[in-house]
């Protein structure tokens, strides 16, 4: 991983998150060295200007939920074609990113 602050690495990763897929906040920390991490992946996102326009829609939590209260993201998920179970978390098994395939 590039050198930078936290956000700045946390956008990296996130940057390169494939349409279609999705990453966990958790994921996201372990890449950046810091699997201890999460929450701060998500307030460091929750914080991200949006002239950068990175897909933060693709980062979902460990069970595969999205953002409370923000249809938008299942709206673009599903446009990109993202699994959706029946109790409506994101189909890890299905669209989970493993940059390492």
Known sequence: ??????????????????????ATYGQIAFFIGAPRSARQVGNALSHTPSFLSLPCHRVVNRLGRTAPGWTEQRRLLEGEGVSFRENGTVDLARSLWRPEE
């Open 1 to 22: 991983m590039e050198q930078g602050t936290f956000t700045d690495q946390v956008y990296q990763v996130v940057a390169r998150i494939p349409y279609g897929r999705v």
